[in-house]
């Protein structure tokens, strides 16, 4: 249960910094939507079952907070630090990651349709079984990164690293992986075939589709 309720957490916001210091607090299950938090330190901090939609979490330090089952629908998040922190189950649908740093966070089980994680930094990233659809990951660093039975339906995979990415049963129907590095991932040609398109993408034997 939090520390703290919403209307204590905004009246310590009125007063705080632009930085906002709220690292190792217990903030689980809290209504935080729509607060303005951008370069708020929430590092180690339970987040587990907040509500964080429309929240404005601009380059925060969330680094290895814990925030499964959270709320996080049409959060900004540009530029983030979230190493190694637990999202498994967090619903992230239409939320903006973009450059973002997501070395080897968990998000196995999340929600991630239709998010935007272009140019993301997700190297060792757990996405096993995460939905993906729809979802922006171009020029997104993947490498290393599980993604067994991913959902990844016409998500935008343009110019990804995904060198030695697991990729075992996920789909790739109408996915673009133009450009995309796959070299020494774990996938199929039956997966690969789903695609929209391969143009200039390196295969996982080194090969370079035309």
């Not at 903030?27 to 929430?42: E, G, K, N, Q």
């Not at 939320?95 to 080897?104: M, R």
Request: glycine share 6%; aromatic share 2%; with cysteine.
């Amino acid at each position: 249960m939090a520390e703290i309720t919403r209307k204590e957490l905004i009246l310590a916001l009125i007063g705080a910094s632009s930085q906002p210091r709220m690292a190792g607090l217990d903030l689980s299950d809290l209504d935080m939507s729509h607060l303005a938090l951008a370069y708020a330190i929430l590092s180690h901090s339970d987040l587990v079952g907040s509500d964080l939609s429309k929240t404005d979490l601009t380059g925060a330090n969330l680094s290895e907070a814990k925030l499964s089952n959270a709320v996080m629908q049409n959060t900004v998040l540009t530029s983030a630090d979230l190493t190694r922190a637990d999202l498994r189950y967090a619903n992230l649908s239409r939320s903006v990651l973009s450059w973002a740093v997501l070395v080897e966070t968990i998000l196995s089980f999340a929600n991630l349709t239709s998010a935007d994680l272009s140019h993301a930094n997700m190297k060792g990233c757990d996405l096993k079984e995460a939905v993906l659809a729809k979802a922006n990951l171009s020029g997104a660093d993947l490498s290393k990164a599980n993604l067994t039975k991913a959902n990844l339906t016409e998500a935008n995979l343009s110019d990804v690293d995904l060198t030695g990415a697991n990729l075992g049963g996920v789909d790739l129907t109408a996915a673009n992986l133009s450009g995309a590095n796959l070299q020494g991932a774990v996938i199929n040609q039956i997966q690969l075939n789903h695609a929209a398109s391969l143009q200039g993408a390196v295969l996982p034997d080194g090969a370079r589709h035309p």
